[in-house]
């Protein structure tokens, strides 16, 4: 169904930028090799060694599910498990694709800060170890910004690594929303990767701006030798990848996707602080990305879908919201939220 | 490497549609609901309703391989075997993709005209039939246009489809250039699928003028069930489907799709003909759909490719080369090719 | 190693019944067909009709582990998942194998009396159902006698059955100690499995007096036909089936698996008993099968130990250990233990 | 069914050899440590070390088709294929085993003397070689001795193992009659194993004097560290292994296996020479282990089936029938049988 209400449902709702559109079209009109032995493939790739300031690994797909499921059947034995938490997408979303070439597991510890999730880390890593009875703890997934929009800080994510490490496991991080992490923490996208110890990242681009273009970035060499083969086999090898590539290409481009971020980020934190205003609206946390979830006064959800605001509710316990904005959420959509929030409870401005 | 060259290597090698590439631009800018719940989606499986001149299961994916592979997995049990061609590209191009959910195994008749195929279905079909040491036949997938541009006549896959039904087995139809074939048949696409007796098609879309855009299409009903959640499992539902949707509904609208085809195989017609009149060159069958193998005299393919003429060779003996138009080769690009082999060969037009 | 102490540690470090190797040797001696097409494992599969009181399908496997992982894997599609108890043998002790021909996934809830765990249940079973991003709640599996030595009532399986049916979800039962179940509730096999509504059942005589033999009950007569492909497949059809089947034959004939069960279930309740009046001793539970859990007062259990004594402990909290009796257990061991431990208390008899 | 006919028709028909039912009974009645960590696993393990003159890895399982299919998931990637013989047991009676944990294909070259199967290699194992759109030829398992009964030297091993390394693949024997041939070239193990070239050797036990069991014997140390999770996650590490282990102890003990191969192996040329010497009946191979191919004329066949003689035919064209002896195979079986064919023949001896 086209969506004709403002949506505030997920960064999925969106289109693509008008960069990216351009881009697809540029470059058809000519011939090109096929399956990435093409000119934008190379482009895109060599990008990516400048977005993240050094030579890296990086496999075009067309979905985040492929992106994660295929990272991890190269990081995880038949006999492997991955930890991550009970709201991952890989457990949660995937329909079991993180398993689809393998028999991984995934485990579930529950929501907890970054502290607590490492200790717990270390002290799930350490079940069964070398215990031919019980799968073998292999890697470790995390999701940079989280389900619930927060974002683990460069030390934190070396931490998580120094416990992988130390166990003998890997470090998958799942980037659906990378770019809106970098952007709130401001860092550089390597002092969240490599720099603190990822072994393979899941680069999301679809989400925040291109069509269907992710990329599987890998930082460990030990690695890469079986991606490819993989990739195909998954049937995840475009034979026109050039139409994915320029995608990438056009949203790396003069940082189109920081650009895309920090204005999906500064839609969320506008309409945080428009929130936190209005009496018996509650947010779950501070916004440092897009995505918000708030609890709101009984009748105001049903007001505001009446008036046209579309949200995801009614899983997250009474009351509960999520809100997610997008590069291409506007000024006049937040503040008409706001202004009708306001309404509905009977403030006016 | 861009192809400053003339292309007739293959169809993955050109571009798409302008039809396709306004279809993309003209459903940006606007939201939608994710993962094929959209409008663009409904109407592109309506579509195929229409074009198949009866209600059909319809998955949108974006990939051949994708396609086949998912396909197969909902018609053949892990100890079941795929009996196909062994040019066939399940068997030969995928990585072991049909097998990528499934422990499937192709089978590899030789190369032979389809009767003799037939006969050797019924023998193959019954190898271990019910034994349990053996893996068990569980499909026969055949390719429509084979991988060497020939086509099956209605009455060709109704005598397969028979030869399945007795034996207990489905079958499926690999249509990565299905267009081409209808095309070249003049028959309703209903004639060579549900109606001669076909379970499961891919359905190409990419190879004849669409970006990253084919569908599962389903005419057996029992089948339908499992394959969305195949579909998702192997990161193949994409979350801006309506992406490829509407790459769909473009090519299926005013028959773009039997345009391109009809151009194709024209092109490559009158390639045929022309290359028939040149001392020397021996055509391995009539062109019948877009794809034509020849024998070329010693000098004739290195003096082609000097001049900026552009096919793969090398594979499938000495001095065969194979000639694939698509619905982007023009007249002057086959006449140019066609003088420019005559020139090599001393005749002057 | 050889184990001279005296074992509370497992019914696995138990040899097997001198009826089980008699029949083995008596079987030995002539020619048969192998692969099960013998007259050993049709007597066998004809006694299960008796001791379940109906017709069923049953299929013999060497290992517990290979009758758990078959069964599942006929029960839940690729997509699917397996409820379990966290502490379930094939989630905890299997290396992922119920896994390993599918991508099942087994949830882990809490350790929770009968009831609790039906409403668990009850709200697990419906997450997600028919969201194809979500792995389906395809089976659930409970172990009878569970690994804690406590046993579910006619009442309780039948209540989980009738959850499972509302849920349109199979129920399986791990057996590994079926017979201590039934010896301890003192009702017919059919009242604790088909009556109650179980599907299939693995049914165990490894623990109990036999050395490798185990079997799939099937009593849902619409996955018996896929089983004998998926057993094969595992390397699970064993050649001189004969030999596993004179096994399953003396262990079923006379009652001989149920005495077996029930000399075991009245050690271990002699051995309650005699704990239960000893200072510092606390018992989990009420002794119900051959498995106890005891929290001794410290220098308790390595004062055993250093006598002969051997159990498992260190897994369960501080002071908690594990004994288990068996067929073989003797009244001595048992009285001797007793002595020893009220020895090490200054307890004189 | 009771085979009361003198059998012919395989090695799986008899029984085991007394001095293995007695070392079961001997292992019975005391306690173990359970799944493989016991006295009689070790000293099986280190039996092997002095068969084949060198520390080896060993891994007990039950069957033929475990040994073989956990071996290959060492040695292939899901992306990989299996080059084997068309009538290779991994290919023809394993329902898909080999490819139970991953999804290997098995090649099928056509039957061919050992110098031209060399050859075939080359050319096969060179196919697609680092083609992402091919599967990857991984691994040569070649069978020893032969499902026809013929055996391969050490030359033709080496010459294999050469082709091997020189392609970057590794080489797996399936040794299920792996006595046979060691009896018949009168080499050592060593000869036709590591020496050779061998990466893992299947090494059978239960055609020739056991129960059930086999063991899976690794030469290449990289291979070792996964095959114990890839066996338990299979359903394959017994929880009594002892009962397998004692099996194999005995079966290496005073070199029964290679005495009860010689047997089989001179019953089966007695045989052979008798057969030779009857007009009309036609052998299709000098006899070198204890499988037999003999063309028999018209009414024989059956004219022995009659009179108590029981072998396999129907199956390899006109009049062929395959013979094979036993360790339990005796004198006065062979010779009544040639006496039966001379009376049916009409010639009194």
């Known amino acids: 169904m086209t969506v004709s209400a403002t949506s505030f449902r997920s960064d999925n709702d969106w289109g693509a930028s008008p960069e990216v559109i351009a881009a697809i079209a540029a470059c058809n009109g000519q011939t090109a090799r096929p399956y990435g032995a093409d000119d934008w493939t190379r482009r895109a790739e060599a990008r990516f060694a400048e977005v993240f ?70 002290a799930e890593l350490a079940v069964g170890r070398g215990d031919v009875h019980c799968v073998q703890p ?81 930082f460990n060499d030990a690695l890469g030798a079986q991606l490819p083969f993989l990739r195909k086999r998954a049937g995840h090898l475009l034979s026109k990848m050039r139409f994915v590539a320029a995608q990438m290409e056009a949203y790396l481009a003069d940082d189109l996707w920081l650009a895309n971020a920090r204005h999906a980020n500064a839609m969320a934190a506008r309409l945080a602080q428009g929130l936190a205003g209005i009496p018996g609206v509650k947010l779950a946390a501070a916004a440092r990305t897009n995505i918000l979830f708030a609890t709101l006064p009984e009748p105001m959800a049903a007001g505001l879908r009446e008036r046209g605001f579309d949200f995801y509710g009614d899983r997250w316990g009474p009351g509960v919201v999520r809100l997610v904005t997008s590069f291409g959420t506007t000024l006049a959509m937040v503040d008409g939220m706001l202004a009708a929030a306001r309404d509905i409870t009977g403030e006016r401005p």
Not at 71 to 98: F, K, N, Q, T, Y
Not at 155 to 173: K, T
Not at 182 to 208: H, P, Q, Y
């Open 138 to 218: 292999s890697a470790v997934s995390i999701t940079q910004c989280t389900e619930d929009g927060q974002v683990y800080s460069p030390e934190e994510v070396a931490a998580i690594a120094r416990v992988c490490r130390e166990a003998g496991v890997l470090l998958h991080m799942d980037g659906a929303r990378f770019a809106n992490a970098v952007a709130s923490l401001g860092c550089e996208a390597a002092d969240i990767t490599w720099r603190a110890g990822v072994d393979i990242l899941s680069f999301g681009a679809t989400k925040n701006g291109a069509l269907n273009a992710e990329a599987i970035i890998v």
């Open 53 to 122: 300031g050094r030579q890296v690994g990086a496999l075009l797909v067309s979905t985040g599910t492929a992106a994660n499921s295929i990272s991890l059947a190269a990081m995880v034995p038949r006999w492997g498990s991955i930890l991550c938490h009970r709201h991952a997408h890989i457990h949660a979303d995937e329909c079991g694709a993180p398993e689809f070439s393998r028999a991984a597991r995934a485990w579930c510890p529950r929501p907890a800060p970054a502290a607590s999730w490492i200790l717990r880390c270390c």
